[in-house]
């Protein structure tokens, strides 16, 4: 997607359709297209709305894909951002590498991000020694 100064509404109407055809009609496929297509900014308020597709999914699907985006070190920081942001929703250990990657962003959002997701991490893993 385009960053924020360039979108239109015509663009992230269109945007939003395809979204909502997933939560009717998830595919799994569409998991890695949808995590890789966040450009610069929120979508106008779109972005956060594409995780309710990927709760549409399975959890190990999304979490797969997730890591695959999370450890590709080529990714844009856009796309780095809200990959690390969705984690925090599917915390998964099959994350904490991706997680490390996103922790030395030099973008302080994405490590802020990061750091909230890998202490979930070690929440889960502290509770579950307990």
């Given at each position: 997607m385009p960053s924020?100064?360039?979108?239109?509404?015509?663009?992230?109407?269109?945007?939003?359709?395809?979204?909502?055809?997933?939560?009717?009609?998830?595919?799994?496929?569409?998991?890695?297209?949808?995590?890789?297509?966040?450009?610069?900014?929120?979508?106008?308020?779109?972005?956060?709305?594409?995780?309710?597709f990927f709760y549409q999914c399975d959890d190990i699907?999304?979490?797969?894909?997730i890591k695959k985006v999370?450890?590709?070190?080529?990714?844009?920081?856009?796309?780095?951002?809200?990959?690390t942001q969705i984690a925090t929703a599917f915390s998964d250990e099959i994350l904490r590498d991706g997680l490390q990657i996103s922790l030395l962003s030099k973008n302080i959002d994405i490590r802020d991000v990061a750091k909230i997701a890998i202490n979930q991490l070690d929440e889960c893993q502290k509770n579950k020694t307990n």
């Open positions: 924020d100064k360039d979108l239109t509404q015509d663009i992230i109407d269109k945007y939003d359709d395809v979204r909502k055809f997933f939560i009717k009609n998830p595919d799994k496929r569409a998991i890695e297209l949808f995590l890789r297509s966040f450009g610069e900014g929120d979508g106008w308020g779109v972005y956060q709305l594409v995780e309710d699907d999304v979490k797969k894909e999370l450890e590709d070190t080529t990714i844009p920081d856009n796309i780095r951002y809200w990959a």
